[in-house]
């Protein structure tokens, strides 16, 4: 089985689809990472006796960091290979902003790790309150540590499982010149030895890199199901639900003194944080409640891998094989900005007279994430001789693409929701910065919009910015109603609706 353009795993390695939807794995981008997150909670809670296992060894691999993170006398070097990890980002998920490179497990997270086992966490592994022990914990009292650093470290310490799991499909359904035997660090950790230990797998093999599969079943969207968001969020429930009558007295009196009034969100969440800090055991309550209602865990994630394949998976290849290939589409100019302009017209059409704008949509309504539209646009450059890079950074901040061919042709690229608040800021002093940053003075700002009103909007800041009519301007009309019949023509510049007179 071969397609004329390769995105997804199974184009690349000849898969049919339905193989690997039956062996439970998510059928990845190989274009960029695609949105979602290793959860352990749903290995603390999965009914499978494999899953189980790997969480027991997340948690023994922590309470040995545990232990040695008080020992003063381990020397650094140790330490950064005890704490500190890559991102595995041979799964290609997360939210990488090119192609799948992530920052991985640095000095932040090492440190919060370090500091909340050596201080806080001291009873690590035998907690009393909550049916088990659970590595998101140590995230809910650090800011900064978040899903994607949780994700990649529970990806590190399963790696092992999902090598075996990637080189059993491999060997049954993919063609040996597809594959190669690679040597991999970090497998396994030797606690006599108290080293990582190597190991050799065949594996698919992409470019130089090889690529592994993930279940779909331990996988979420947004956020991990133990998070401190949601502590946060709901931190007054939570103390009020503490059945130790003294512990819930003198935690609703810490909380309450660290209150105006009148206080707003941030300063709720502000006190509920210090408050946190001062009885940690409050997380212990929150974690059983999680626990309590696991099944609902399951759920959530389920449905959301579901979303995130019918966005990004279903919907991108129904584009790409239905309305793309076959076309003028590939047929690439000779010129980043024509070809970029030429690209983001036919996708323009594709959504405004083909259809194309549901796969905006979730349940009906709108998506609200730049990164959304931008990961869609990334991964329809399936197959050109161009260089697309998303968020590019040259010193004076990210742009959302750079398409180039060479050092001297480049066309910077920014994608806006016409919700956008910063919307008119963005327009009038953002590119420009970029274009220097970048030396380019060619640049394209696209504008997708979901109604009247912010069409309205956006027509209104283009005429104060004196914006209007300009071809680098490109607004795209995603409205689910009043779509023209074939007898109406839209101004190609400006995305006009048939109801605006």
Not at 95 to 106: A, H, R, V
Not at 225 to 239: A, H, P
Request: glycine share 6%.
């Amino acid at each position: 089985m071969t397609t004329a353009a390769k995105i997804y795993f199974t184009d690349f390695f000849e898969v049919v689809p339905e193989v690997l939807e039956d062996y439970g794995a998510l059928n990845i981008s190989l274009i960029n990472d695609l949105p979602l997150f290793v959860d352990p909670f749903l290995l603390f809670d999965s009914e499978e006796i494999e899953h189980q296992r790997l969480h027991d060894e997340i948690i023994c691999y922590v309470k040995f960091l545990r232990d040695v993170s008080s020992d003063a006398s381990i020397s650094k070097g140790l330490l950064d290979s005890w704490f500190r990890f890559p991102e595995v980002s041979q799964n290609w998920l997360g939210f990488s902003k090119t192609g799948n490179n992530g920052s991985g497990l640095g000095k932040q997270f090492a440190g919060a790790l370090h500091r909340n086992l050596h201080q806080v966490f001291k009873d690590f592994g035998s907690e009393t309150i909550s049916r088990g022990s659970h590595l998101e914990k140590l995230c809910l009292l650090a800011d900064g540590v978040g899903r994607d650093h949780l994700s990649d470290f529970t990806t590190n310490l399963i790696k092992q499982y999902l090598l075996d799991y990637t080189q059993t499909f491999a060997k049954m359904h993919i063609a040996s010149s597809l594959r190669r035997n690679f040597a991999i660090e970090k497998v396994a950790f030797d606690y006599r030895a108290r080293r990582w230990k190597g190991g050799r797998y065949n594996l698919p093999a992409f470019g130089n890199d090889y690529v592994l599969l993930t279940p779909k079943v331990i996988l979420t969207k947004d956020e991990a199901w133990i998070n401190r968001n949601d502590l946060l969020d709901n931190f007054q429930g939570v103390y009020n639900s503490i059945p130790d009558q003294q512990l819930r007295a003198q935690v609703n009196e810490y909380f309450l003194r660290r209150l105006s009034e009148d206080a707003k969100e941030e300063e709720i969440r502000e006190a509920a944080a210090t408050t946190i800090e001062q009885f940690p055991q409050v997380l212990d309550y929150y974690i059983r409640h999680k626990e309590e209602t696991g099944d609902e865990a399951h759920k959530v994630s389920n449905s959301k891998v579901r979303d995130t394949e019918q966005q990004f998976i279903h919907q991108i290849r129904a584009l790409v094989d239905q309305k793309l290939i076959g076309t003028e589409f590939y047929q690439e100019a000779d010129d980043s900005f024509e070809e970029s302009m030429r690209r983001l017209h036919y996708l323009k059409s594709v959504i405004e007279d083909q259809d194309g704008y549901r796969m905006f949509y979730h349940n009906g309504k709108p998506i609200h994430r730049e990164a959304d539209l931008q990961l869609m646009y990334k991964l329809t450059w399936c197959a050109s001789v161009y260089d697309v890079n998303r968020e590019v950074n040259n010193g004076r901040g990210p742009v959302d693409f750079k398409v180039s061919k060479g050092s001297r042709d480049k066309t910077l690229i920014e994608f806006k929701l016409a919700s956008n608040s910063k919307l008119k800021q963005n327009m009038k002093h953002q590119v420009g910065v970029y274009e220097a940053a970048n030396d380019t003075a060619k640049s394209i700002k696209a504008i997708l919009y979901f109604s009247e009103s912010e069409f309205r909007k956006v027509q209104t800041i283009l005429a104060e910015l004196g914006l209007s009519g300009r071809r680098d301007v490109v607004l795209i009309d995603a409205c689910a109603t009043n779509k023209p019949s074939a007898s109406n023509v839209r101004d190609p510049q400006q995305g006009r609706l048939p109801w605006i007179e």
